[in-house]
């Protein structure tokens, strides 16, 4: 053991090989605040040290766990005490960006937040936003290919991914840094590496697709009476919004009522009585024209009654309040039992009514609270119980999982599978797509040593 952690301190230098305290203060699972028992922390400062660690780790059959934010909600960075962990924090450099042909190039250790502000500075656009931004990092989003509130317009992560550079298991480095919006040559490597979770490959380096900026940004907190409502109004958005509809969350009373006052701490900006409530967002290049077609959309929806309440935001305050109720979700993730999954927009309150009624009649003292990414077909359901036992998560995980078959739905819409929801993967993947895994994984990996165990395991 001590021969390894020698041979890591020669490529990356003693002080970023943690072995003691320093390391133990890490928690690779957010949600939880267990300590990280790696044999060590390694933090490389260049591909370079990234290739001779992964050279040496292959040559002895190593185990390495990718660490970028460590926020991830899957146990996708679970590591055992004979596991290394490989974290990019020291990969932190914004290389470039070029103004003209809407790239940025960034460091797998740069934070999520930093390239959306480099990107403002240079009167630029980063697609994507999650929650997480101050500490999850562009190599971890990538390798999740994460999703967020954006991508109705944006898409998700892949959607900005042009090229990368990655290391492969054996220490080979792969550059694939294409800056092109349109390369057909040969196969597109850089889609073996995203959302595949850190077991085909490190990313070391992308290269992503900026946007313009918008000039206008406006923003509703609407309520609804029913689900069929909730559906006119996504229906009426798209069709006179069109391009400009940026963002579409819907969020079910016990949503709500956790984040607002008296049970919340947000002040709520209209009435709290309504079944569901759903943020619009719009964006666009023409101040006027856009904020006018807005208010005529809104007022319409209205009119028919298909939206009982709401207020539009005047200010950026204003907006910034509207999304924090959205934002508030601490209070679920730290203490809850978390759901992200994806089924057609048209049968979603079913789902939820129906697992809702499942769980409540099996679990004692649960409650369901929904909410979510609905333009995107993409709902998070949070389970509120007080027993956390394997059994009881088990008895939850089956009820929300089985209940996606008929809709053939994804057990995962963002947050990938990890650790916590690889044995139901086949609910949905078939056989064939799941032995495709095992053999890429095989072919890319063959001493399975990059994260092992997570998304697929190997017989
Ligand atoms: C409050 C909160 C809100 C969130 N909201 C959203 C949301 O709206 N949408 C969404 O999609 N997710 C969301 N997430 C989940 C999480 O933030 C994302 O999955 C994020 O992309 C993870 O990035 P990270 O840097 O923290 O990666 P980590 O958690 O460190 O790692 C994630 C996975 O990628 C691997 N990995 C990390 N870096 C690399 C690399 N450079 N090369 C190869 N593999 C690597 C890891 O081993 C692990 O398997 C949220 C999480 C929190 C805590």
């Not at 959205?326 to 203490?335: D, K, Q, T």
């Not at 994806?342 to 679990?363: F, G, M, Q």
């Amino acid at each position: 053991m001590t021969e390894i952690i020698a041979k890591l301190e020669q490529i990356v230098g003693s002080t970023d090989v943690l072995t003691g305290d320093e390391r133990l203060a890490r928690t690779p699972a957010w949600e939880t605040h267990q300590p990280c028992n790696a044999l060590a922390i390694v933090r490389p400062s260049s591909t370079d040290e990234v290739a001779q660690v992964m050279r040496l780790c292959h040559e002895l059959g190593q185990t390495v766990v990718p660490y970028g934010g460590l926020t991830n909600l899957v146990q996708g960075c679970v590591t055992t005490d004979k596991d290394i962990a490989l974290s990019f924090e020291r990969m932190n450099q914004i290389e470039e960006v070029d103004r003209t042909g809407l790239t940025m190039v960034a460091g797998a250790g740069v934070t999520l937040q930093q390239a959306q502000e480099r990107a403002e500075q240079e009167g630029l656009f980063f697609p994507v936003d999650i929650g997480a931004r101050g500490t999850c990092m562009v190599g971890g989003n990538v390798s999740t290919n994460a999703g967020g509130t954006k991508v109705i317009r944006h898409g998700m992560m892949r959607d900005s991914v042009l090229g990368m550079e990655v290391v492969l298991a054996d220490g080979t480095v792969l550059d694939s840094m294409n800056r092109f919006l349109k390369n057909n040559s040969g196969f597109d490597l850089k889609q073996l590496f995203i959302g595949t979770e850190g077991v085909l490959g490190l990313i070391t380096k992308v290269v992503f697709r900026l946007e313009v900026t918008s000039k206008s940004h406006n923003v509703a907190l609407l309520a609804c009476r029913d689900y069929a409502s909730v559906l006119a109004v996504l229906r009426n958005v798209q069709d006179d919004l069109g391009a400009n509809l940026c963002g579409f969350e819907v969020m079910w009373s016990e949503f709500i009522k956790n984040v607002v006052k008296p049970v919340g701490k947000l002040t709520a900006p209209i009435a709290t009585e309504y079944p569901f409530y759903i943020i619009v967002e719009s964006m666009g290049t023409q101040i006027g024209t856009d904020d006018q077609a807005f208010e005529t959309c809104l007022e319409s929806l209205m009119e028919r009654e298909l939206v009982v309440d709401g207020t539009i935001a005047k200010s950026g305050q204003e907006r910034d309040a509207i999304w924090s109720i959205r934002h508030e979700v601490e209070w679920l993730v730290r203490n809850a039992f978390n759901f992200d999954v994806s089924l057609p927009i048209a049968s979603v309150h079913e789902y939820v009514e129906n697992v809702t009624k499942r769980i409540c009649a099996d679990v004692a003292d649960a409650e369901v609270a929904a909410f979510g990414h609905l333009g995107d077909n993409n709902i998070h359901i949070s389970v509120l119980a007080e027993d956390h036992s394997d059994e009881n998560t088990y008895r939850i995980q089956k009820h929300i999982y089985e209940a996606l078959v008929p809709y053939r739905g994804a057990i995962s819409a963002e947050h990938g599978i990890g650790l916590e929801k690889r044995e139901w993967l086949p609910i949905s993947r078939t056989d064939a797509e799941i032995e495709l895994m095992k053999t890429l994984k095989r072919s890319l990996d063959p001493r399975n040593i990059l994260n092992p165990g997570k998304v697929i395991a190997l017989d």
